[in-house]
Nanobody, 124 residues
Framework: VQLVESGGGLVQPGGSLRLSCAASGRTFSYYAMAWFRQAPGMEREFVASISRGGGNTYYADSVQGRFTISRDNAKNTVYLQMNGVKPEDTGVYYC??????????????????WGQGTQVTVSS
């Protein structure tokens, strides 16, 4: 499956941004999806994940209550709505897909397919 992220950019603290990840190549609804991010000099970290049907979502403590992951299987797209952003949310955001018919997890090692990333910068 191929993944292409979009929607990144510069946003002021407290603002909002919505990231999109368009999938192609395989049946999108077969795949659990996730968002990870990586700040300069830091390891890639889990942000949020969602089950194949969208009924189960999981979040890192640092974004719980501010970010929302969702998916539209008819459009082969997963989203990350980011509200109340903070400077520490700055980084490259990656979309990832896990193997077919699996559950979402929080470990990057479990995801076989990755997008190229989209830069999010939170600054005044």
């Amino acid at each position: 499956v191929q993944l292409v992220e979009s929607g990144g950019g510069l946003v002021q603290p407290g603002g909002s941004l919505r990231l999109s990840c368009a999938a192609s190549g395989r049946t999108f609804s077969y795949y659990a999806m996730a968002w990870f991010r990586q700040a300069p000099g830091m390891e890639r970290e889990f942000v949020a994940s969602i089950s194949r049907g969208g009924g189960n979502t999981y979040y890192a403590d640092s974004v719980q209550g501010r970010f929302t992951i969702s998916r539209d299987n008819a459009k082969n797209t997963v989203y990350l709505q980011m509200n109340g952003v903070k400077p520490e949310d700055t980084g490259v955001y990656y979309c990832a897909a896990r193997g077919p018919f699996t559950m979402p997890t929080m470990s990057a090692k479990d995801y076989a397919y990755w997008g190229q990333g989209t830069q999010v910068t939170v600054s005044s």
